[in-house]
T-cell receptor, first 115, second 114 residues
Framework: AQSVTQPDIHITVSEGASLELRCNYSYGATPYLFWYVQSPGQGLQLLLKYFSGDTLVQGIKGFEAEFKRSQSSFNLRKPSVHWSDAAEYFCAVAPTSGGSYIPTFGRGTSLIVHP | DAGVIQSPRHEVTEMGQEVTLRCKPISGHNSLFWYRQTMMRGLELLIYFNNNVPIDDSGMPEDRFSAKMPNASFSTLKIQPSEPRDSAVYFC????????????FGSGTRLTVV
């Protein structure tokens, strides 16, 4: 079974600063990987996903993530954070075999943006 | 596209009462998922359906929980009787069958059992 770890419960950045949110996974092969964002009082919204190919994935809202097989990581990045990016971010990993493809979600990282 | 619609947005009920949460998935999506989110346990998958058929309900915590999907455009999650430890945010999500499309989540139902 797969698992995912988001080591940082909270991250605080200043508006305009760069951002990197960490995600590490455990799976016997290369899994499917996702980042979701949850604004207060809302459901999760898909930011980006990785299935295969180019290890640098572009998503919505100016986010990108890089898959690093050697580190079992899929970190989310943004070059310049806006106050509206304050939210909870979830990494998810799904198996690539077995038929169900149901993702496992991390516990989330809360992003706080200071003006 | 109105997205995944959940009702009610908030529910406060007394312990022992029956609670029914409702979900309307995106038209054309053939997979539907019910999740529960708490501070203690994070996001947990309760049950999912493919083409209205329950596929895996191993995440349903107890027999007090039941879910149905009578047609492609409607699903319910019922808790009977409810307990204070059921207090959580319950999300419904839908997708096209297969992982490649990601999930679309509803805005959730915040359930408080007192």
């Amino acid at each position: 079974a797969q698992s995912v770890t988001q080591p940082d419960i909270h991250i605080t950045v200043s508006e305009g600063a760069s951002l990197e949110l960490r995600c590490n996974y455990s799976y016997g092969a290369t899994p499917y990987l996702f980042w979701y964002v949850q604004s207060p009082g809302q459901g999760l919204q898909l930011l980006l996903k990785y299935f295969s190919g180019d290890t640098l994935v572009q998503g919505i809202k100016g986010f990108e993530a890089e898959f690093k097989r050697s580190q079992s990581s899929f970190n989310l990045r943004k070059p310049s954070v806006h106050w509206s990016d304050a939210a909870e971010y979830f990494c998810a990993v799904a198996p690539t075999s077995g038929g169900s493809y149901i993702p496992t979600f991390g516990r989330g990282t809360s992003l706080i943006v200071h003006p | 596209d109105a997205g995944v619609i959940q009702s009610p947005r908030h529910e406060v009920t007394e312990m022992g009462q029956e609670v029914t949460l409702r979900c309307k998935p995106i038209s054309g999506h053939n997979s539907l998922f019910w999740y529960r989110q708490t501070m203690m346990r994070g996001l947990e998958l309760l049950i999912y359906f493919n083409n209205n058929v329950p596929i895996d309900d191993s995440g349903m915590p107890e027999d007090r929980f039941s879910a149905k999907m009578p047609n492609a455009s409607f699903s319910t999650l019922k808790i009977q009787p409810s307990e204070p430890r059921d207090s959580a945010v319950y999300f419904c999500a839908s997708s096209l069958k297969g992982i490649h499309y990601g999930y679309t989540f509803g805005s959730g139902t915040r359930l408080t059992v007192v």
